[in-house]
């Protein structure tokens, strides 16, 4: 085999932005580009060549019109398992083996995890704010949960623990009631003991043994067996995220969290090596997007050194090394302000700064989902372990949207409440809003009023108001457990 060169792209000769994205954009959520495997699947599936839309359409509309005989027929075609309206869901029993026969230290491991995610995601838990105008009225913007979530474990390519804590912890923080976990019916998915056990110890009553885009319709739409949930979230595959699009709207969703993307910033003091185990790490994921920009331009030999040596004792070697070949590059900047300029407009899902000064280059970062600051955080660290959630938007979506976070799991609505004072203070701006409008209906629900408490129907503003409204901001006190959340 040939020794690994990443493919380079010099700024000052190439529009690299553009480049970059064409490579990412091969697997984005658009869904023209197929591989050959998906092509045959789709042609002896539906009996004709379908795009990516085209098929996840027909599966939502089959979903949304037949139920669970469409969920059911989906799985056996994608999946080759037959399942019934018995054994879709993972029996309660089923779960509970799965933990008791878990290695401990894993377990172990599993509940330090949920403690940092746990204790990361209840801090950042958004609470009610109050404007009270004493005497006048009251304001208030009021936070709850969403009652029924859907979470969409991937399984197809490998099994991902780790998923489920970064899409479970985050809900239960916020204090989301049901929670229903999706996964492929495969020995990396539903089947999967450690998946089954994480499940169990998160408190996960409902597993589904289904993946895919009939998955996503099943917990949109309702089948028989599955109550409808209220959001879907989760990263996936091309087919899940396609889906997800489309039953936005009924239902909310997170963001478009595809395949894995990294761009590490280097220069002369960044160690090659390290650099190399970053690109490695993400690029295992297969397929993804490796980008290593530097102004210093001997170091794109030394990390392809790296690389190779490297590939050599991984398990997923043919894997990564194919995704380091085919998407990976090595980005050629002249100046720092290239380097900010370049990583804005990618907008990755992760951006690792191992520069003399990571911290001052990451003020200028604009557009990232996860960045990761100095020699001594590698990605892993967030992707396993730290606390913020590691399903982080991908394909450029970070430019106009974040990683998921328990506040993506509440609702806000707003309280409004006057009093007789207060009604009268603010009643000739809302008539004379509303005639200009010529919707004197909404005027006459006001003077009615007026009429009763025996104001004038257009008070003459005083020229100092009774009360001079001071707004005070309270907060409502951070919970110090979810399951202790008084939720009104
Ligand atoms: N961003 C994140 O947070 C994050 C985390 C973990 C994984 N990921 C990414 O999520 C992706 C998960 O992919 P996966 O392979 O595990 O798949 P998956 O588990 O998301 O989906 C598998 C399902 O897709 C359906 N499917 C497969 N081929 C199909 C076809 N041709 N037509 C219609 N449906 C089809 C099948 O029903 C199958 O069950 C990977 O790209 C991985 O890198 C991202
Ligand atoms: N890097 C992935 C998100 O892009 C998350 C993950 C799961 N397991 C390991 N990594
Ligand atoms: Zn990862």
Known sequence: MPPLKMRRIDCSTSNAVAQLKALRDQFSSDGDVVS????????????????????????????RSQGLEAVLRYTEAFDKVKLTAKTI????????DAY????????????RIRENILAFQMGLVHTSAILPVTGMYELELRYRPMRRVGICCPGGAAAYPSTLLMTVCPAIAAGVKELVVVMPPRDSGAYNKDMLAVCHMLGVKEVYRIGGAQAVGAMAYGVQGIEP??????????FVALAKKKVFGQVAIDCIAGPSEVVVLADSTSNPAFLAADLIAQAEHSPGVPILVSKHAPLFDA???????????????????????????????????????????????HLH?????????SDQIDNAGAIFLGTYTPVALGDYAAGPSHVLPTGGTSRFTSGLNANDFMKRTSIISFTRSGLREIADDVVRIAEKEGLTGHAASVTIRLQEIGAPAKPKKPEKPAVTPKPVLDKVPVPEKPSEKSRR
Request: aromatic fraction near 4%; glycine fraction near 4%; include cysteine.
């Open 89 to 96: 869901r993972v029996p309660a029993s089923e779960m509970a």
């Open 303 to 349: 990390v392809d050194e790296a690389l190779e040596h490297q590939l050599g004792e991984l398990s997923r070697s043919e894997l990564t090394r194919d995704c380091l070949e085919r998407f990976g590059s090595y980005v050629l900047v002249k100046d720092d302000d290239e380097m900010i300029r370049i990583t804005n407009e990618l907008a990755p899902e």
């Open 353 to 361: 700064i191992q520069t003399r000064d990571p911290e001052a280059m």
């Open 36 to 63: 050959a495997r998906d092509r045959k699947l789709t042609q002896a599936v539906f009996g004709e060549a379908l795009s990516p839309v085209q098929s996840v359409d027909r599966i939502l509309a089959d979903v």
């Open 229 to 238: 949930v209220d959001m879907i979230v989760g990263p996936g595959n091309l």
């Open 100 to 111: 008791a026969s878990a290695a401990p230290e894993f377990l172990e491991t599993i509940r």
